[in-house]
């Protein structure tokens, strides 16, 4: 079974998050322009009537609607809430796993060893790593 890294999880996350988004700034838009286009309300009036709508918020319609602007509503109900329960749920998954504080400390660590130099790894320290730490120090810092 392929197992995945932190940074795979984080970087999907990520991207499902960013994809939420965008869905749901696309739902914004389109519903936008449907109260404006078809309905032939004002945009200020259509950009509101979405968003309430949306939020599900509940105040009255800006204008009356036909069946048909009632059922582009319902529709744009039913994506708006699953858009929002499916952002909801990847940024709570991401919250309980603790994905957003283990990146940020991946990152501080990264900067922390990108802003090494002049450095030495002795990777070991038995009997010949000893030998050679000794060694680096004695010409690192002589007596």
């Known amino acids: 079974m392929y197992s995945y890294?932190?940074?795979q999880k984080y970087g999907r996350l990520r991207q499902e998050l960013?994809?939420?988004g965008v869905v749901l700034a696309s739902i914004v838009l389109v519903g936008t322009l449907w109260f404006w286009l078809v309905e032939k309300w004002t945009f200020?009036?259509?950009a509101y009537m979405t968003i309430i709508t949306l939020s599900t918020v509940g105040f009255l319609e800006v204008h009356p609607l036909?069946?048909?602007g009632r059922l582009f509503t319902i529709?744009?109900?039913l994506m708006g809430l699953f858009t929002i329960g499916y952002i909801v749920n990847r940024f709570t998954e991401a919250l309980i796993q603790?994905?957003?504080q283990e990146g940020i400390r991946l990152r501080q660590e990264k900067s922390l060893i990108e802003s090494l130099d002049q450095h030495y790894i002795v990777c070991g320290f038995g009997r010949t790593g000893r030998h050679v730490a000794s060694e680096?120090?004695?010409k690192v810092f002589p007596s």
């Open 75 to 77: 529709a744009l109900i």
């Open 98 to 100: 603790g994905y957003f």
């Open 66 to 68: 036909g069946a048909r």
């Open 136 to 138: 680096f120090l004695q």
């Open 5 to 7: 890294t932190f940074e």
């Open 44 to 46: 200020t009036e259509s």
């Open 18 to 20: 960013i994809r939420g």
